[in-house]
């Protein structure tokens, strides 16, 4: 079955510091996604990647796919403390080739940024 | 901006109790899911659910567990009779065909 695996697990940062949280795949993503979790909240969703060499930007906020479309990494740039919170990696279950179907999550990132 | 939402924020039971965990989804969306997180463990599929019937299903989704749809903006999960290791937060989240789900805030059940 497929598994994601996120690092760091944990992240401590100054405020105004850049990051780069990873996730890796173990086998091809047909789609990957990015959402934040603040504690005993939902997900929010901040970006989806499909196409190998893809990025997308938002606000201060990075996702990559590399090219083999095995590996994610979200980067933020100058990390407020709104940052904060639990960054969770979602893959496409593998019983569906496109985007729809169950998702498989990472087991999160948890982000703290110290102003 | 349209959103999902889920009641109870937090349900209390006892365990052998049945509960019903609700959901509105977002009011263009086909495509309806439930999803659970063990606190401190990663957030688990559950199930789909289109065109009135349940696309997949995990292996937790036993028959203990149910959904339904009940009319035009309401989709509900229930668990018959409920078990101490049924304690999670159950997320509800919805989806356009082929879109992004967008994930409900969730419903903390504790199950005494």
């Known amino acids: 079955s497929q598994e994601l695996e996120q690092s760091p697990q944990s992240l401590i940062v100054q405020e105004g510091k850049n990051l780069t949280i990873n996730c890796t795949s173990s086998k091809t993503l047909y789609g990957l996604y990015w959402y934040k979790q603040k504690y005993g909240e939902g997900l929010i969703f901040l970006m989806m990647l499909q196409k190998g060499g893809e990025e997308k930007s938002h606000e201060k906020i990075t996702a990559k796919l590399d090219e083999k479309k095995q590996q994610s990494s979200l980067h933020i740039t100058a990390s407020q403390p709104s940052h904060a919170g639990t960054y969770l990696c979602g893959a496409v279950g593998p019983t569906y080739g496109g985007s729809q179907g169950n998702l498989i999550f990472g087991k999160g990132t948890k982000l703290s940024v110290k102003p | 901006e349209p959103e999902v939402t889920q009641t109870p924020s937090h349900q209390v039971t006892q365990m052998g109790q049945e509960v019903i965990l609700r959901c509105v989804p977002i009011s263009n969306h086909l495509y309806f899911y439930w999803y659970r997180q063990i606190l401190g463990q990663k957030v688990e599929f559950l199930v789909s659910f289109y065109n009135n019937e349940i696309s997949e299903k995990s292996e937790i989704f036993d028959d203990q567990f149910s959904v339904e749809r009940p009319d035009g903006s309401n989709f509900t999960l229930k668990i018959r009779s409920t078990k101490l290791e049924d304690s999670a937060m159950y997320f509800c989240?919805?989806?356009?065909?082929?879109?992004?789900?967008?994930f409900g805030p969730g419903t903390r059940l504790t199950v005494l």
């Open positions: 989240a919805s989806s356009r065909q082929g879109g992004t789900q967008y």
